[in-house]
């Protein structure tokens, strides 16, 4: 179908769960491959050997710099993308990668990772481990309808992208961010999300505000990117409704 988005997904250093997750639409994953999505590469599910010129890559694992083959694909990846989506706390912030350090067989020289936009410059942020399968499924509706849509569906897919753009800027996460960028700052209003967001139960609330247990601290981010007061955004808000309408009318 012409009119259909193009769509890549690179798979480096991740446990495939963010594939998973994207699969986990189940019936809205075939929607969008049906209306929306022309799949031209994805190692996991399709036949192409080679990175495809497309218009949205996701991303899933943070690269091995030792690994030139990596480096070399997520270049490509970035050189053949007009938007480039960081899918998953590997690829955002490295997550669990960021604890290796080499020494193992066969490949003990394989030590250092790194998250992708540390290596190229990324558009959007999908953080999670593994990230929720509707924050995959409205990402790619928000990306169709931003190069597709009408005037008033771009306006949407831009109030909905932007701070997940925004969230780009930074590459590091682990629980610190929550202290101090939220509670240090007198925004914490303990409603237990970021608690509730942590894949490793490394977050309880402490009389009512967060305590981080370090050392379970994965570094995915799941916590700073879920937590309301963190990169709240009144555009997403104000148009809450009507971008809700918009990803359930294009699921339909
Ligand atoms: S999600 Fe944010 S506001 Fe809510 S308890 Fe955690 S740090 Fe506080
Ligand atoms: S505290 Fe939990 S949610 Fe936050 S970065 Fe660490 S592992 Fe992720």
């Known amino acids: 179908m012409a009119d ?3 769509l890549g997904y690179t798979h480096l250093s991740g446990c495939t769960g963010c594939t998973v997750a994207l699969a986990d639409n189940y019936a809205g994953l075939l929607t969008l491959l049906d209306k929306y999505v022309d799949l031209k590469y994805m190692p996991t599910l399709a036949d192409a050997r080679h990175i495809q010129k497309v218009d949205v890559s996701f991303v899933e694992g943070s690269v091995c710099i030792n690994d030139k ?6 270049k490509e990846t970035r050189e053949k993308s007009a938007i480039v989506v960081a899918l998953g706390g590997c690829a955002c912030y490295g997550n669990i990668t960021r604890f290796s350090r080499g020494g193992q067989q066969n490949q003990p020289a394989h030590e250092a990772y790194l998250p992708i936009g540390d290596l190229i410059k990324v558009d959007v942020f999908i953080p999670g481990c593994a ?3 509707q924050m995959i499924r409205n990402v790619a509706v928000m990306a169709y309808l931003l190069l597709k849509g009408t005037k008033e569906q771009k306006d949407l897919a831009t109030a909905f992208l932007t701070p997940l753009m925004k969230l780009t800027e930074k590459n590091e996460a682990c629980f610190c961010e929550l202290m101090t960028q939220v509670i240090n700052q007198g925004l914490c209003m303990g409603c237990g999300t970021c608690a509730a967001a ?3 139960n490394a977050i309880t609330m402490e009389y009512g505000k967060p305590q981080g ?3 379970l601290c994965i570094k995915c981010g799941a916590c700073y990117s879920q937590c309301p007061r963190s990169f709240f955004s009144f555009d997403v808000v104000e148009n809450y409704e009507a971008i809700n ?3 359930m009318a294009a699921l339909q």
């Open 4 to 6: 259909k988005i193009t």
């Open 69 to 74: 083959l990596a480096v070399q694909e997520i």
């Open 131 to 133: 990230p929720t399968p």
């Open 198 to 200: 942590c894949p490793v």
């Open 213 to 215: 247990e370090r050392d």
């Open 245 to 247: 309408e918009a990803i």
